[in-house]
């Protein structure tokens, strides 16, 4: 029961990592190669905060989400403004990332030693919160995409000079889904952290960025439920896949090829999961089942 | 006559392009209420015009002055607010969203509430959405395209992909619309519906128009006034019967396109 409550937590996090993700690069169209930058920074914040400050556990992610957010205006604002995109966009996150791993390895005040990371962390992520924590984030950014901000995110997306021509503040729409990344990635930072008690700079490779870009992708367009589903997925995978170990890397990566090939658009495209299509697909079983009415069969299904 | 408020004017606009004047020395006023033409070949400059108007080029050098004052230096955002909004050539509608999401964009383009209420799904949020999307498919209707309303713009047959793009130009609310080439692709019956749809939208919604086009008729048959634009520079000026018989526009630009009526 332990094994599967903490793969659970494990894939929550994962989940709460990537929502913030999701609103920039799905809705917003800004691929970011840096989102384990503001993981980073939620880890190392929120840990510190409450190991050598005494914060208590849920102010220090907040905080530790504000000071991301800071972190992100100020990467945020020069690109933005000088109307970087694509490649371009996604390449100045990665350097970011990087920027802020080399910062933190290399602070050293008092006692504190970046490089040497922070210990002790109490271990306060458990299932509960992380199911808290990601309904009320997800619960928060559904109404978002569902608004007019999130409208404007997907015109910009779609069709950002028209956007821009209708009046739509391109600059400012961009910049607040990068904000809103870079809280909710901080806050899944922080319960990472509050979860394997230890923060070292070895945990947050650029792989993990790559990976949270591809539960993104792989989960679909215009759509929370899909990342949401993928992410969750792709992280117990390696867990469920354990008994195929050594091939779990090459299946991981095959299956990523064969989605990209026979659906580009994500697992759910542009589809939330839902349970309508649940109805249909009943009725049409029944109807099916009567027509082929076999003998000693009172047709249909009860 | 009284003397008609001048509500654009461009003045000696010119934009280079490297060693190309795309737009040379162009000189216009838009009397406010009007429809004005810009016809000319390919190539001549029109919708560069439009471009510069719309903060989407930066001119050379010159001035546009909406309302009495220049508008140089403000961002195409910006242009919109202050009341002018425009249509593609090549139609820019927002493909995977559906007609009445791409015309509430024009309508809540700076959203009627904070994030915080956004995030929180409140009452007033889903209120001000819900009339929202009442304007919108007003809009959608008065284009003729309201069945459309739930489809996505990709769905949607050509000929009403370009009413959606009007149809979020005007949900903008401007006073001065311009339309580049809306009858591109439409034969004389689709011409004719839309010289009389762009009419009555000028008088429903107090609109100044400006357009480009290639289709004579639609152009003689609506413009009070028209400007005939050849490799940049203007060529004519004048009413619509004018510049039917001028030889110098006939020579550029009617004579190699006669259009059989």
Not at chain 2, 86 to 106: K, Y
Request: glycine residues 10%.
């Amino acid at each position: 029961m332990q094994y599967y409550l903490s793969v659970l937590t494990i894939g929550g996090i994962n989940v709460i990592l990537i929502l913030g993700l999701t609103l920039l690069t799905s809705y917003t169209g800004l691929f970011s190669m840096g989102n384990v930058g503001f993981m980073m920074v939620g880890a190392y914040c929120s840990a510190a905060l409450n190991v050598e400050f005494g914060v208590p556990f849920i102010p220090s992610l907040l905080i530790s989400g504000v000071i991301s957010m800071l972190l992100g205006l100020l990467i945020g604002w020069p690109t933005v403004r000088r109307k970087l995109k694509g490649d371009h966009f996604a390449v100045a996150l990665l350097g970011f990332a990087s920027a802020i791993k080399v910062l933190i390895c290399n602070i050293e005040i008092g006692d504190f030693d970046g490089a040497m990371g922070i210990k002790n962390v109490p271990k306060l992520t458990n299932w509960y919160v992380v199911l808290i924590v990601g309904a009320v984030i997800t619960f928060l950014l559904w109404n978002f995409v569902h608004s007019a901000y999130g409208r404007n995110c997907r015109a910009v997306r779609e069709q950002e000079v028209a956007a821009q021509t209708m009046g739509i503040n391109v600059s400012r729409t961009k910049l607040l889904s990068l904000l809103i990344n870079a809280f909710t990635t901080a806050i899944g930072g922080g319960l990472f952290a509050f979860y394997t008690t230890i923060v070292v700079p070895t945990m947050f490779t650029q792989n993990q960025s790559s990976n949270h870009l591809i539960a993104v992708v792989f989960g679909g367009i215009n759509s929370i439920t899909g990342p949401v589903l993928s992410s969750f997925v792709l992280a117990i995978l390696p867990e469920l896949l354990r008994v195929i170990s050594t091939w779990r890397l090459v299946i991981y990566g095959v299956l990523i090829v064969v989605i990209m090939l026979v659906k580009p658009e994500g697992l759910l495209g542009y589809k939330e999961l839902n349970f309508r299509w649940v109805k249909p697909a009943l009725a049409k079983a029944r109807a099916l089942l009567k027509k082929n009415k076999l003998p000693g069969n009172d047709g249909g299904k009860a | 006559m009284e003397e008609k408020k001048i509500i654009l004017e461009t003045r000696k606009l010119t934009v280079r392009f490297g060693g190309l004047t795309a737009v040379n020395s162009v000189s216009m006023s838009v009397p406010e209420g009007s429809i004005t033409g810009i016809i000319g070949p390919n190539g001549a400059g029109k919708t560069t015009l439009f471009n510069m108007i719309t903060a989407a080029v930066e001119p050379s050098s010159g001035q546009v002055i909406y309302n009495g004052a220049s508008i140089l230096g403000l961002g195409p955002d910006e242009i919109a607010r202050i009341g002018i909004s425009r249509t593609f050539q090549n139609i820019r509608v927002c493909s995977r969203m559906t007609a009445l999401e791409n015309v509430i964009i024009s309508i809540q383009r700076v959203p009627p509430y904070s994030v915080f209420a956004a995030m929180l799904g409140l009452p007033s949020v889903k209120r001000k959405d819900r009339e929202a999307r009442e304007q919108a498919l007003g809009y959608l209707k008065m284009l003729g395209i309201g069945s459309y309303a739930n489809s996505l713009a990709s769905e949607m047959p050509y000929g009403q992909q370009r009413r959606l793009e009007i149809a979020r130009a005007i949900a903008t609310r401007p006073k001065l619309l311009l339309l580049d080439e809306p009858a591109a692709g439409m034969n004389n019956e689709e011409c004719r519906e839309l010289t009389g749809l762009i009419r009555e939208l000028r008088e429903k919604l107090d609109l100044t128009v400006v357009l480009i086009e290639h289709h004579m008729e639609v152009v003689m048959r609506l413009c009070d006034n028209i400007y005939v634009l050849n490799l940049g520079s203007l060529l004519r000026e004048g009413k619509p019967s004018q510049i039917q018989s001028d030889a110098e526009v006939i020579k550029a630009y009617l004579g190699e396109k006669r259009r059989r009526n």
